[in-house]
């Protein structure tokens, strides 16, 4: 019987510090940060090689 409640309060000791750690790794990523400050990225492409457009504003 103690092996018993000894092994189950391994178990749950151990799914314990791996929801703990998965908690803590999901700390955001650039990409969140940037969608936060509303940025946005758009890409223009002209199939027939129009290189006009290229030039910084």
């Known amino acids: 019987m103690?092996?018993?409640i000894k092994t189950a309060l391994?178990?749950?000791s151990v799914?314990?510090?791996a929801a703990f750690l998965t908690a803590c790794g999901d700390s955001g990523?650039?990409?969140d940060k940037n969608n936060?400050?509303?940025y946005?990225?758009?890409v223009k492409y002209d199939a027939n090689g129009d290189?006009?457009?290229l030039?910084?504003?």
């Open 36 to 38: 936060e400050d509303n």
């Open 55 to 57: 030039t910084p504003r």
């Open 15 to 17: 799914a314990l510090v």
């Open 51 to 53: 290189s006009s457009q």
């Open 10 to 12: 391994l178990v749950l």
């Open 40 to 42: 946005t990225v758009s």
């Open 2 to 4: 103690k092996t018993a």
């Open 29 to 31: 990523t650039p990409y």
